[in-house]
């Protein structure tokens, strides 16, 4: 059993388990990042939040991403290139305060994945 300081690495980010995977191709990372930033406007709760793609999940859209403040986000983007009708609610957000809370998002989507399976 693994304890929740080993799964966390500050420098490199949260443990990436199914459902959940790091994306390191440059290409996907780049175009999630432009539809984040056509979808964000002044109303919404990452707006001059820079949020940085980390990761997503294989399921759905949800991406996870690192804000410049520190905190991170579970994003869901809606995939239509621009701002949403309701901005503030779309695309959908949970921010959360730490890695540690990214993490247990993490796991607890794991857990649930694996149940399924």
């Known amino acids: 059993m693994t304890t929740e300081s080993e799964n966390l690495n ?4 949260p443990a990436w388990k199914a459902p959940w995977f790091e994306v390191t191709d440059s290409v996907h990372k780049a175009a999630i990042q432009k539809e984040l930033a056509l979808e964000i406007g002044p109303e919404h709760p990452l ?37 949403d009708q309701f901005p503030k609610q779309f695309p959908s ?23 399924q399976e």
């Open 10 to 13: 500050p420098r490199t980010g």
């Open 47 to 83: 707006w001059r939040t820079d949020p940085c793609v980390l990761g997503a999940r294989q399921d759905c859209d949800d991406v996870a991403t690192k804000l410049a403040d520190g905190r991170f986000a579970i994003v869901h983007p809606v995939w239509h290139g621009h701002v």
């Open 93 to 115: 957000t949970t921010i959360l305060a730490n890695l540690s809370e990214l993490q247990f998002r993490i796991d607890r989507d794991a857990a649930e994945w694996n149940d």
